[in-house]
């Protein structure tokens, strides 16, 4: 369903004549991270109670790319209090990011939401690294005590994401499923509309999309 959506919103842009690379992946430089870069990791592993080194990440993935701006659509399981944690680290102290204050908004606003939509093991749980990286999860559901180790592991990976991609020199944009446009004279969900977008709405969602770009 995810790939679905971000399909729908390349096929929009595309018809409108923009210039875009699909599926984008960023090798990371290691050479990038100075002492000042690793003490912005470190802050953000310990955020969330990480235990020993924190890892790297060697690759990031991008659901598309145009000029030197880094897009991803993010859906209900990236809002939730971990995320929030690294939000409030020096790493958006020190570098902007236009969506910041929303997206804590929507951390605070829709963990129910990824309650529901993240309690599957290879979520919960995550990979093994999740529990190397950030202990043993509770019970799935109990956010009580050590939590969830993989959504800890993907909001430590989301925030990666934010500063390697700045590193690197590029603005990365974040889409939220819960973000509304105004098309058709009415507010409408950018989730709901990428699951089927109809033409009339092109010209909304290619302007929206347009504003983050700058």
Known sequence: MHQLKVQNLINVL???????????RLEVNGKLLDEKARSLQMALF????GIGEPILLDRLRFDFRIDRFLFLYDDAV???RYR???LKTAVYEVFTFSWLD?????CRTFERECHKAGLHDRIWNGPPIAAKCFGESMDPGDLTGNGAAGWKLNAYNDA???L????????IIRIPMYENIMTGGSLKKIDQLLMNPKQE????????LQRKAV
């Open 84 to 86: 929030m944690a690294t």
């Open 78 to 80: 990236h809002f939730n």
């Open 164 to 171: 390697l991609s700045r590193l690197h020199g590029y603005k």
């Open 160 to 162: 990666q994401y934010d």
């Open 102 to 106: 929303s997206y804590k908004r929507l």
């Open 201 to 208: 709405n092109y010209n909304a969602i290619l302007n929206w």
């Open 14 to 24: 595309l018809e409108n004549q923009v210039e875009l690379e699909e599926d984008f």
């Open 46 to 49: 310990e955020s969330l109670g």
